[in-house]
Every structure is written in C-alpha cells, then in structure tokens.
C-alpha cells in the first residue's frame, strides 16, 4: 500500500484535516484520533505518517507558511515597487478564502506555540522570515531613493510588520467591523506614507 | 459557609486559577476540573459558582478587561493630550507583569472566541470599546488642532488600533526580538507622527 499512494500527499491530506478542525472547533478538537476520523483513516494508518501528535501539528503549521512562502516566491518584480511590496504583504493578509483560512488557523497554531516547543521554534522562524521580508521591503524603497528623508528603517519594518498582524487579526476575529477593503487600503497608505 | 466568604472573590480566585492554567499549559488545559485543583478547591464547590464552563471562561475574560478598563478609568487628564493618549495606550500593552500577563490570555481568549459563542460576544464588545476609545484618542488631538490636516479620522484609529494589537501580538509572542521599549517607542512615535 504505501507504494500506490503519495506519502507526502498522505501527510498534506492529513494536515488539512486538523485546519478543517481547528477552523469548526478550535485547536481543543485536534487530537490524533479527531484528525484521522476527519481524514476518513484509522488511527493506525495515520501513524503511519506522524508518530506523534506534536509532529502532526508541526506539519500542519509549517505547511501554512510553506504555502504562503510559495506565493511569494512566485511573485515577480516590476518597475512598481510599492505595488510590489504590496503584493508581497497581500499574500499574508485574508484577501480571500484561501488566505482567509491560512489567518485563522495560523492565528490558532501562534497560540498554541506558547505550550508546545516545536511550534514554537517554527513560529519564531516565521516571524524572523517575516521580519526580514518587511525590512527588504523598506530597503527596497530606500535603495530607490523613495523613501522619505529621515525614516528610521529598522523601526518602520518592526512597525509594518506589527500593523500588517494587527490588522490580519482584526480582520480574521471581526471580518464585520474591519472589512477586507479596509485592511488592504490601510496597509496600501501606511506604505505610501513613507515615501517622499 | 457561603456567609462566611466573598462570593465575587471566590469567583475572581478560580479565573486566576484559569489565567495562571492558560499560562502554563494553554487553553485546552482548563477544564472546571482542572481550575478547581489550581484554585485548592473541589469540583463540586466550584459549581457553587460556575454552572458551566462556558460561564467560568467568560467570567475570567470578562475580568481581563475589568482590570485595564479600571485602569484607564483611573488615568486623569492632563495638559499634554500626547502624553494622555500614551498612557492610556500603555495600559492595553504588556509593559509590566501584570499587563504581560493580561496580554497573554487575553490572546488566548481571543482565539477561544472563534469557537465558543459567549467569548466572542464579549470580544467583539471589547473590541468595539478600544476602537472607540482610539476613535476618542484621534479625536481629542483633532479637537486641539494637533492633528496633521487631511488625517482620515477613522482610518487613522483602526491603523493605531492595529498597531498597538500587532505590537501587543509581537512582543507577547516574541520578546526577545520585539522588546517593551521597542512596543513603547513605536507607538509613541506613531501618535506623534499624526501631529502637525
């Protein structure tokens, strides 16, 4: 049997079944037993893939920013540098469904990562990747001679990153009050804030 | 018995015992069993107080914000509206223990409240609060003649409320790469940004 299926695919479908529990229930409904039932698998075969329920919930958080990483990576530069950056803070933000889920069980695994180490270590990555991409981003502007005279770089790639979590937050925990049009254009005149 | 002791008390001695379980262990480690052991107390005297859990979780969200909303109550206006609007932003930031401490379970609430009807009511109540009170913050400069002209009002108090919670979110989640000077510095740095 492992021959005739995908064993990474296998892991892949098994992730998604914990987002899909995390999304209706919370991350208390995640167990290994609650995702191979979602998964339509016996307990066993799903030790198959993850010999522990850490090792499950690593997998699904990784894959989130695995996701997200492969969006960006597959951006292109053009002559428009703000509309770059903006582009390449889109694809964090809950623009639509498929982001909109990747927030809401991104949000539930950084919570969790308090108690459990191996989150932990993943989101402290993710967070210094995600720093690092907002500081190009100000560089990038800056390297064009765009930026205004007299920003404190490192101190506004600490607070694009800050405002762009903010507001995925808002956006993800009360999509009424603060509408997806209003993050996208929040973000759009903070970036255009900054330029001379 | 229940002449003898505070009945509030009691309550507000079993949601530290909730705070101080979330902390420890994250939210899937409280359960009225779990909270009646760290508050030294049977499971049947709990229910002397909490018919549910869904009450006591709510309860013990509810005195999160009790505890920065008494604050902010306390906080008297000054001469200096910038210095006024900083304090009153600082109460919502872990900048101490105490506040670090509201800060992470707040979180944890937060993200409890997808799934449990009675947290979210109470986190969108919450939520429309602070907008409100960073709406009156943008205001009371606006009011002075502080403020930059052309500021959009209501843009500008969802951005410096998506901040402060992404600040919030960063230094609770990653102190040692966005430290409590770094969350004081820029907000301070923002709201004197929208100065004239």
Chains 1, 2 share one sequence.
Do not use: C
């Not at 290994?32 to 090792?55: C, I, K, N, P, W």
């Not at 920013?65 to 960006?72: E, G, K, L």
């Amino acid at each position: 049997m492992p021959k005739l299926v995908n064993h990474e695919e296998r892991r892949r479908q098994l992730a998604e079944a914990a987002w899909r529990i995390i999304r209706r229930e919370g991350m208390e409904g995640v167990s290994v037993r609650s995702v191979a039932q979602e998964a339509g698998m016996s307990l066993g075969s799903l030790r198959h893939y993850f010999d522990t329920q850490s090792e499950l919930l690593a997998f699904s958080m990784k894959m989130v920013s695995d996701q997200v990483n492969a969006r960006m990576e597959a951006l292109e530069f053009t002559d428009h540098p703000v509309e770059d950056i903006e582009r390449f803070i889109g694809e964090l933000m809950p623009l639509d469904d498929e982001r909109h889920t990747e927030a809401e069980v991104w949000l539930a695994f950084s919570v969790k990562a308090v108690t459990v180490p191996e989150l932990q270590k993943l989101q402290e990555e993710v967070h210094s990747a995600l720093y690092e991409g907002f500081t190009k981003a100000i560089y990038y502007l800056a390297a064009r001679g765009m930026l205004k005279e007299g920003v404190d770089q490192r101190a506004e790639a600490m607070k694009l990153h800050a405002l762009v979590d903010g507001l995925v937050l808002h956006h993800t925990t009360r999509p009424e009050q603060v509408s997806r049009e209003d993050i996208a254009g929040l973000v759009s005149s903070h970036v255009r804030s900054l330029l001379q």
